[in-house]
């Protein structure tokens, strides 16, 4: 199991590498880079879990996975929000909405998520993670996925790309159906590739309108 994670950690190096041959810069696209890094590195720390564990360093690692999922996925609303916006140009209140969203969910995330965090060592499937017992419910994480689908129907209504839409639908379902099962860490690792594809893919459809204008 642990080379399944090691695996994608691989291919979100790939695709972070080949981001800066088929995508321009811009704001939404260094979110995605940012994203690629942020779950490269969490698909190593579990891949590594082990390894790290005996080596003792496995809560300081585990602490960066936190660190980065907090202030990296609220940037999620500012690009549906920026994407859905260049389709529906006329509008005045997406881009500040979008990120009036991403600021409360940064917030949350690092007040609730990386403030209050504690956790717990735990072994499943041959891999040795730790994860949060704080109890404190991932709001932010849940709120961003609800707004994320939200916007995806309305990139589809606007520009019929369904990309995304299936994408957040994906990580929503198997999330939610896997959330309580020992092996649901990595059915939600598996969802989180898919997710990803679905974004870069969302973009270069987004560039293409844009060049064809």
Request: proline content about 3%; hydrophobic content about 50%; some cysteine.
């Amino acid at each position: 199991m642990t080379y399944l994670f090691l695996t994608f950690a691989i291919l979100y190096l790939i695709l972070l590498i080949q981001s800066f041959r088929f995508l321009p810069s811009s704001a939404r696209v260094w979110f995605l880079r940012a994203l690629m890094i942020s779950l490269m590195y969490d698909n190593m720390v579990v891949g590594l879990g082990t390894q790290l564990q005996e080596a003792g360093t496995l809560p300081f690692f585990s602490y960066g996975r936190v660190c980065l999922h907090a202030t990296v996925l609220p940037f999620l609303s500012f690009f549906t929000f920026s994407t859905l916006k260049t389709y529906k140009t006329e509008s005045t209140v997406l881009m500040p909405l979008g990120l009036l969203l991403t600021g409360a969910a940064l917030y949350y995330g690092v007040t609730h998520e990386i403030m209050g965090l504690t956790m717990d060592t735990k072994t499943v499937l041959g891999i040795t993670r730790m994860v949060d017992n704080s109890g404190i419910p991932p709001i932010a994480t849940i709120a961003t996925n609800f707004i994320t689908i939200g916007a995806a129907v309305m990139i589809w209504r606007a520009a019929g790309s369904k990309f995304l839409l299936y994408g957040a639908g994906f990580i929503f379902i198997i999330n939610g159906a896997t959330a309580t099962l020992e092996w649901g860490f990595a059915a939600g690792a598996c969802a989180e590739v898919i997710f990803l594809l679905s974004l870069l893919r969302t973009e270069k459809a987004t560039l293409t309108r844009k060049t064809s204008e």
